[in-house]
């Protein structure tokens, strides 16, 4: 059973930071890819930011280009998504996902494994 539980949400200031953490249940990490996506009410789920298995490669959504680092660490089975300059149109709740490919995956519908959400409101 594959679990994924995300971290690091909460209320910030428009121009603050935050960094999400994702700590992942995975034996066989290194052959995940794993990305974050975010829902804002009324929205559809997009994408964030995506990393291949071993770091080589990222995708950034445009909005977030240049704001938003991804990041993992697969010794401790852990993905992080460090947020800066933050804008309310940021705010959403923000999924950790994870699927099994050595492939940069883009799209909601590759990825088998979620977590829960995590709740990210900026104010302006």
């Known amino acids: 059973q594959v679990q994924l539980v995300e971290s690091g949400g909460g209320l910030v200031q428009a121009g603050g930071s935050l960094r999400l953490s994702c700590a992942a249940s995975?034996?066989?990490?290194?052959?995940?890819?794993v990305a974050w996506f975010r829902q804002a009410p009324g929205k559809e789920r997009e994408i964030v930011a995506a990393?291949?298995?071993?770091?080589?490669?990222?995708y950034y959504g445009g909005s977030v280009k240049g704001r938003f680092t991804i990041s993992r660490e697969n010794a401790n089975n852990t993905a992080a998504l460090e947020m800066n300059s933050l804008k309310p149109e940021d705010t959403a709740v923000y999924y950790c996902?994870?699927?099994?490919?050595?492939?940069?995956?883009?799209?909601?519908?590759?990825?088998?494994?979620w977590g829960q959400g995590t709740q990210v409101t900026v104010s302006s």
């Open positions: 996902a994870a699927t099994r490919s050595f492939l940069l995956r883009l799209s909601r519908s590759e990825y088998d494994f």
């Open positions: 995975i034996r066989t990490f290194t052959t995940f890819a």
């Open positions: 990393i291949t298995w071993n770091g080589d490669r990222t």
